[in-house]
């Protein structure tokens, strides 16, 4: 068993949103990542896909989300379950705030550069 306590959170900056790791395989030694995603308003994150599953639950806000050409408009209380591998990429107007969980380690993949990384957030 591990305790993660809140001063532990690992927290980072990109230009549009910040994202707060609760649990990951450096934080807690776990096959899970946790965090908290806080995207600003009218920002856009990059066309990416996902190595892996990610389960999406909004908690403020509302954000629509591009899978693979079809459109999703998400607001707090719904949950978005992001298969792998499928093109997305998520938008907000007013901004929003979720909690994420996914297998770790994972990779994505930046579509329109072909760039792969593992995103700090779920290392």
């Known amino acids: ?8 959170a690992r927290r980072i900056e990109t230009p549009n949103a910040v994202m ?5 395989p450096t934080q ?9 995603v806080e995207m600003s308003a009218a920002r856009s994150g ?3 896909s996902m190595d892996t599953e990610q389960v999406w639950t909004f908690l403020t806000g509302t954000a629509v989300v591009d899978l693979d050409g079809e459109e999703f408009t ?3 209380g719904d949950t978005l379950v ?3 591998d499928l093109p ?10 979720a909690v994420v969980a996914s297998p770790a380690p994972s990779a994505a993949v930046n579509l329109d550069t072909g760039d792969r990384v593992a995103p700090p957030w779920i290392v």
């Open 1 to 8: 068993m591990s305790v993660i306590r809140s001063t532990d």
């Open 20 to 24: 707060t790791t609760f649990a990951s």
């Open 28 to 36: 807690g030694g776990t096959a899970l990542a946790l965090w908290r």
């Open 46 to 48: 990059p066309r990416h």
């Open 74 to 76: 998400l607001a707090a």
């Open 82 to 84: 992001l298969p792998a």
């Open 88 to 97: 997305r990429v998520m938008r907000s107007e007013e901004g929003f705030t």
